[in-house]
C-alpha cells in the first residue's frame, strides 16, 4: 500500500528532502516497512534512518525496499567490524563523559592530537585514570575553555533549546545554491546510476565517508584524498571505504587543482574555516571549477566555522544526551552515532538530484547540511516516553568478508538493496590520480 502524506515522521523528513533539492516529491513510490528500524530510542532515530537510507534509493532509482534491520546493522556498523577476526577498538579512553563540579563534559579524544591536547590541558600525563579526578575539581566552562584553547575537543552537556533548534528547522536541511553556467557534457551512462561520475572525496571520520561510499557503491568512481601528516584510525577506514581508491597527497599541491579541473563531484567534510584557509570552500572551488556539484558537511555548519566536531560532541550540546540519560541523571546517546549516518546519506541523495539538474540546468551547484542541523530535525520529530526494548539482530546474513592488504575485514553489507560493496584499498596505497 502506498505511503499517504504524513503518515509517518519518515514522510516529513523525505519530503522536505524533495522541496530542500527542487524535485518532484517521491510520496507513494514506496510503502511502510514491514516493521520499524531496530534503533530503539526516545527520539525518532528509526524515522531518521529510514528515511535518510529511502531516500537515496528514491534518488537513484531503486525500487525495492530495504531492509530495517540491515539499516540498523549499517547505522551501528562499527559493532559489526571486525579486523583479523578481533573486534577493534573503537572509543579512545580520552572520549567519553566526564563529571565535572557543577555538571558534565563530554569530550573527544579518538584521534592522537586530540588526545594530547587534552592530556596537556588538564595536566594528566599518559595515564587516563587520571581524567576524572582532573574534571571532578573543575567547573564545567572552566574545562571546556582549558581543553578548547590546547587544541581538544570537549563541549558541556546540555538541555535542549527548544527555540534555537526551531530556528534551525526554518532554515533549509539540505541548502542548495545553484551558480548559472553551461550545460555539462554528457557522460557515458553504464549500468549504475554512477557509472562514469568522478568523485574527489575530501572527507575524513564518518559521515562524509558514508557518503561518498554510496556514491561508489552506485558507480562513482571516487577518489579519497587525505593530507599525509595526518593517518585515519585504521577501522574508520575499512569500515567505509569500500569501493574508494585511497591517496595521500597536500591540499595546497597543483596536483589537487588538477584534480578538481576533471572532477564531477567534490565532497568536503573539513572545518568550513580550514577549507577556505586551503582555498578549498565552496565558493573558491566554484570561481576556480565551474560545472561541479560541491556538497559539503561540517559538525557545527557556516555560522561556527572555526569549530571543530564530532557526532558524539553534537548529541552532547544540543541536548539529545540528557534526552537520552538513562537514569535521569547521567548523560546517554543514541543508539547509534545516527546522525553521521543520516547526514551521510542524505548528502549521497542530495549529490544524485543535483548530478540530475546539472545534466539538465548547467552551471555549479553546492549543496550544504550539518551534524547541528540533522540535531535540530530529529528533536523536532515525534518522540516515545518508552522506547521499543532492544532486539538481537543475527549478524551472519548481513556480514561481508574481504581480503585488505595482509586484514582479514568483516564489515555489514549495504543498506540500499540489490547492490554490493567492494573491498576497500589499504589507507594511502593509490595515486592521486584519475
Known sequence: ?????GSAPSDAVLSRVCVDLGIAPWTGRFAPPESPVPLPSRLAVADLAWASVLSVCAASGIRALPDPHRIALAFRSDRVLAID??????????????????????????YPHH???MRRALCVGDDPALLAPAFETRDTHEVVDEITSAGGLAVRVAPEDPAEDSRLRSTPLLDVRHLPGPVAHPRDVGDRPLDGVRVLDLTRVIAGPVCTRTLALLGADVLRIDPPALPEPEWQHLDTGHGKRSALLDARSPRMRELLDRADVVVLGYRPAALERLGLSPDQIAAQHPGLVIAQLSAWGSEQPERAGFDSLVQAESGIALIESPDGERPGALPAQALDHSAGYLLATSVLALLERRRREGGTWIVRTSLRRIAAELL???RSHRPEAEIEIDIAPHAATFRVGERELRTVRPALPGVEFTAPHVWGSDHPTW
Open 1 to 5: 500500500m502506498p505511503v499517504s502524506p
Open 115 to 117: 588526545a594530547s591536547a
Open 380 to 382: 523536532g520529530m515525534p
Open 85 to 110: 577476526a578481533t573486534a577493534p577498538p573503537v572509543w579512545s579512553p580520552y572520549s567519553g563523559f566526564w563529571r565535572t563540579a557543577d555538571g558534565w563534559v563530554r569530550t573527544h579524544g579518538n
